[in-house]
């Protein structure tokens, strides 16, 4: 366990120390407190993502391309009979490159690899497995990055910040009952936003190979995902 001081100057001197997760300071102005709220809500996802990716390979560039190419428009065509249509599809990546064997130090030219990926978006989780399954099927050579997150992501955002600023409050209010004093005004409150939001992925990659039978639904457990929020509260004392 990390203990940490709080250090609370008040305007004649005294010194107060004790344990917790906040520090007080004293600006220019007066006596002022300075905690940070935080706040971890778990969340059903309701909207999944997943990559589908297909593949050619040949001896000439021209038609590894090719076989690429109707391995993904059978992959796309399978998509859109399940009724998801350009407005959920979106190409992720495309590469053509040549591949080669190396053995005896020296490498050897094997063929020509073309590959084009696709991400699905699935807004009926229910239906995700019919989506594998059709990749599987239709000529698709992996599936992966399946990903979960929430339709209306702001709401959880702002419920969870709501949250974040009365835990710093209550911390700040413990804080100042501890000194013998009260809460003054609201000097500062700041969001703590992370630019780096972590990936709510529940697989990392499934392969498949192309034209197997699905000989059942592929069962998918969507769980639960993090909505977090931090703030930083300064405020005065009486």
């Keep these: 366990m990390i203990r940490r001081t709080i250090l609370l100057v008040l305007a004649g001197g005294?010194?107060?120390r004790g344990v917790g997760l906040a520090q007080t300071v004293q600006p220019?102005?007066?006596p002022s407190i300075v905690t940070q709220g935080e706040t971890m809500l778990m969340k059903a996802p309701d909207r999944a993502w997943v990559q589908i990716g297909a593949e050619g390979r040949a001896a000439k560039p021209a038609d590894a391309q090719r076989i690429a190419a109707e391995a993904m428009t059978s992959v796309q065509a399978a998509l859109r009979q399940l009724g998801f249509g350009a407005d959920v599809l979106?190409?992720?990546g495309y590469t053509l490159q040549p591949e080669y064997d190396f053995g005896n130090g020296k490498q050897t030219?094997?063929?020509y690899v073309a590959r084009n990926q696709i991400e699905v978006r699935v807004d009926d989780l229910k239906r995700l497995p019919e989506v594998l399954d059709s990749a599987g099927t239709s000529g698709a050579a992996s599936v992966a990055g399946l990903r979960f997150d929430l339709k209306d992501r702001t709401s959880s955002e702002l419920e969870a910040l709501r949250l974040a600023v009365k835990d710093a409050t209550g911390r700040a209010e413990a804080i100042a009952a501890g000194?013998?004093?009260?809460?003054?005004?609201?000097?500062?409150l700041?969001?703590?936003?992370?630019?780096?939001?972590s990936p709510i992925y529940?697989?990392?990659a499934a392969m498949?190979?192309?034209g197997m039978a699905a000989r059942a639904p592929t069962p998918i457990e969507a769980g639960e995902i993090q909505v977090t929020a931090t703030v930083t509260l300064t405020v005065g004392l009486q």
């Design 208 to 210: 498949v190979a192309g």
């Design 28 to 30: 220019n102005d007066g």
């Design 179 to 188: 000194a013998g004093r009260r809460l003054g005004p609201i000097i500062r």
């Design 90 to 92: 979106r190409t992720t």
């Design 109 to 111: 030219f094997r063929d």
């Design 14 to 16: 005294f010194l107060l």
């Design 190 to 197: 700041q969001e703590q936003r992370n630019t780096m939001p």
């Design 202 to 204: 529940r697989s990392e």
